[in-house]
């Protein structure tokens, strides 16, 4: 299983556009086949700062989702939204505890 963990900081005039194009992929990403979970978690101790959580089946579903046209759109419609650069964590997990 493959896990991914983007840290994202929204510009807070920006914020509610975000969120809809956020709630967007999500809805169609975990309807993708290999997705196992796909949240996006808000940081209660500073604003606008956020953590998509991924879980993927393996390697192949997460390059398939990366190829998706909601994928695509996301990234294009939500660049000039964020306050710093994305920052991404890949994790290959062998199994649950």
């Not at 983007?6 to 807070?12: D, E, G, L, M, W």
């Not at 996006?40 to 990366?66: G, I, P, R, S």
Request: hydrophobic residues 40%; charged residues 30%.
């Amino acid at each position: 299983m493959i896990v991914l963990h983007a840290f994202i900081k929204v510009n807070p005039n920006q914020r509610q556009q975000y969120l809809e194009h956020a709630r967007d992929v999500m809805k169609h990403s975990k309807a993708e086949e290999g997705n196992n979970s796909y949240h996006l978690y808000e940081d209660t101790l500073e604003a606008n700062k956020f953590v998509m959580v991924e879980e993927w089946k393996d390697l192949a579903a997460l390059e398939f989702h990366f190829k998706t046209a909601h994928y695509a759109d996301f990234k294009i419609a939500t660049k000039d939204m964020l306050a710093d650069e994305v920052r991404v964590e890949r994790y290959d997990v062998k199994g649950k505890l």
